[in-house]
């Protein structure tokens, strides 16, 4: 499970078995996960989070897109 962006309290990573999917990063804080599609970004689940710290999640990932995407296509397609 590499972790890919360190934010705050939020670690982004990926499950080495997540390759047969569309990209997308794991999120988690004390133990709550959301799991957010890359290509568009959006919301696949959550556990734990309230709204506010969704909408606060969706922006981080936005804003990181780019080298998310980067991240993933490195770690599974090489």
Avoid: C
């Amino acid at each position: 499970m590499p972790t890919v962006l360190r934010s705050g309290p939020y670690r982004f990573f990926f499950y080495a078995g997540d390759q047969g999917e569309p990209p997308h990063v794991h999120i988690e804080r004390d133990g709550d996960i959301a799991k957010f599609w890359l290509k568009p970004v959006r919301l696949h689940s959550s556990g734990g989070f309230n709204r506010p710290e969704i909408a606060r999640l969706t922006s981080l990932v936005i804003d990181h897109q780019t080298g998310l995407l980067e991240e993933w296509n490195a770690y599974f397609n090489d």
